[in-house]
Each structure stands twice: as C-alpha cells, then as structure tokens.
Nanobody, 116 residues
Framework: QVQLVESGGGLVQPGGSLRLSCAAS????????MTWHRQVPGKQREWVGS????????NYADSMQGRFTISRDNAKNTVYLEMNNLKPDDTAVYYC?????????WGQGTLVTVSS
C-alpha cells in the first residue's frame, strides 16, 4: 500500500516561513512526479505545484510562484514544500500526492495556520 506522510505544519505569523515534508514509501519514488495541493475547509482542493521525478522541473500555481519552492531528495524518498512570505490566505491543510497507474494517492495532510 502506497504511503505518503506529510509533516512540518504549524502556526506561523504572516511573513514567516515553513518547510513541509512528505515521506513516501511502497512505490518507486524516484520515477514518480509528485504534487502538492492544499485545501481550506469548505472549499475545493487547490493545486499548489508539482515536481518531476528527477527534480529538474517544477511548476507552481500563479499565487504561489516566487514564494513556494518544491524540491525532493530521492535518496530519502521525500518531497519538500518550502513556503516563504506566508499570508493568512495560505492557511490550509497541505497534501502531497502521487498518481500511479491512473490512481491518485494522498497523504493525511498537515495543517498550516498563518495568523498573528
């Protein structure tokens, strides 16, 4: 069974930074593109960005471009989401996911709260 475990969320003040991690197991991580999404309760899940299997290509939603950075360490089977200059609107549960053979797998998510 594919496992994705996010961590690193918490409370941060506006303008602050956080780094989220997603530890992956039980699939071929180093051949799989990975994606981050986020979801505010009561709203649709929103795509944050993606990273290629080798980590050479990243793409971001417009509102995160320049503030968020996705990276990965294939030796550690982990993908990261570095978030800078956080805003209250960034408050959400953040999820990593992978698509394998047409099926999407999600982690349990980690809550990020941006508030003074």
């Amino acid at each position: 069974q594919v496992q994705l475990v996010e961590s690193g969320g918490g409370l941060v003040q506006p303008g602050g930074s956080l780094r989220l991690s997603c530890a992956a197991s039980r699939f071929s991580f180093n051949t799989s593109p990975m994606t981050w999404h986020r979801q505010v309760p009561g709203k649709q899940r929103e795509w944050v960005g993606s990273i290629s299997a080798a980590g050479s290509t990243t793409n971001y939603a417009d509102s995160m471009q320049g503030r968020f950075t996705i990276s990965r360490d294939n030796a550690k089977n982990t993908v990261y989401l570095e978030m800078n200059n956080l805003k209250p609107d960034d408050t959400a549960v953040y999820y990593c996911n992978v698509i394998l053979f047409g099926r999407t797998y999600w982690g349990q998510g980690t809550l990020v709260t941006v508030s003074s």
